[in-house]
C-alpha cells in the first residue's frame, strides 16, 4: 500500500501535475497542519502506563546512542554543517513506526499496541528535540530560554504532541465537534507525505554522485538497518535480560525503515533533502530483507 501511494507521487510529480512546487506545499501542509492533527489524535488514545515501560527504554537508547554517533560521524569526520548533520542523524535514528511499524506489529508480532512505545518515545520526546535544535541552529539567533519557549509555542508538531499527551494523562476526550475535524484533517498527513516523497523520487536521481552525499546515504542506510537493531538487541538482551517475543518486537522494531517523517522536516527547513529523500528510500527497499535477517537469526 505504501509503494502504491508512493507510485502515485512519482506519476504526477513525472507529469507535472501539480506543477513545481507541489512536493514542497505538500511537505508544508503535513508539517503545519496534518501531521499535528494526527499527534494529537494519536497520542490523546495512548495507554501512558504500557508505554512507559522496558520497550520505551530500549526504543530511546537505542535510537539516542545511533543518532548520536551518526551526528558525530557527519559533523566531524564529513565536515557538514550542525543543522544537516542532525537531519542525518534523523534519518539514522527515526523509523517509520507508523504507517509501517504499526501493520508489521500487527501483521508479525500479532500485537500492534507493541510499537506503541517506539511511537510515543519518537512523537512526544525525540523528534521534538530535533525540531527544537534545528529551530535554533537555522533562525539566525542565539538560543536564549525565552527563544527555546517561544520556539515551543511556534512548531505546530510539538504542540500537537504536547496536547496529545495532556490529554491522554488526564483522560479527557475532545467533544465530537472538535474530534471529527481533528480526524480528517490528521487522515491527510501520511498521504501527503508518501505523495510528496514519490514526486521527489522523479525529480531527482537516487545516491546521484552529482549530489555530493551518497556516502552520508550510505551510512546513514548502513546505521539505520544494522547497528541501530544490534543497539537494541544488546540493550534488550544483555542489560534487561530480555527474550522471545519480547526482545524480537524490539529488535524488528529498530529495524524498520527511515520514518517519512524526516523527508518532511528536510523540506520544511530546507536542509539535508538528499539524504533524507535517499536514506527514506534506500532503507524501505531494504528493511524487509533486514527484518527477515532479524527473525532469522534470533530464531
Known sequence: MVWLIILVGWFVGRRRLLGDNAPQVLSR???FVASPALLLETLSKADLKQVFSEPLLVAAVSAVFTGLV????????????????L????????????NLGIPIAAYVLGDAAL?????????????????????????????TPRRILLQVFRNPMILGTLAGLVLAASGWRLPSLLAEPVHLIGGAAIPAILIAFGMSLGTSK???AADGRRTDTLLATGFKLVLHPVAAY???HFVLGMSGAALFAVVVAAALPSAQNVYVVAQR???GVTVAKDTVLATTVLAIPAMFAVAVLLG
Not at 70 to 85: D, H, N, P, V
Not at 91 to 98: G, L
Request: some cysteine.
Open 115 to 143: 510499537i506503541a512505545p517506539v511511537l510515543i518515545f519518537q512523537l512526544a520526546f525525540y523528534t521534538p528535540c530535533y525540531l527544537l535544535v534545528l529551530d535554533a541552529t537555522t533562525s539566525g539567533h542565539r538560543a
Open 29 to 31: 501542509l503535513s508539517f
Open 87 to 98: 537531519l542525518s542523524a534523523m534519518s539514522s535514528s527515526i523509523v517509520n513506526a507508523a
Open 269 to 271: 527547513y530546507l536542509v
Open 234 to 236: 544488546l540493550l534488550g
Open 206 to 208: 537516487p545516491l546521484s
Open 70 to 85: 551518526f551526528l558525530l560521524i557527519s559533523r566531524f569526520w564529513l565536515k557538514r554543517s550542525l543543522s544537516e548533520a
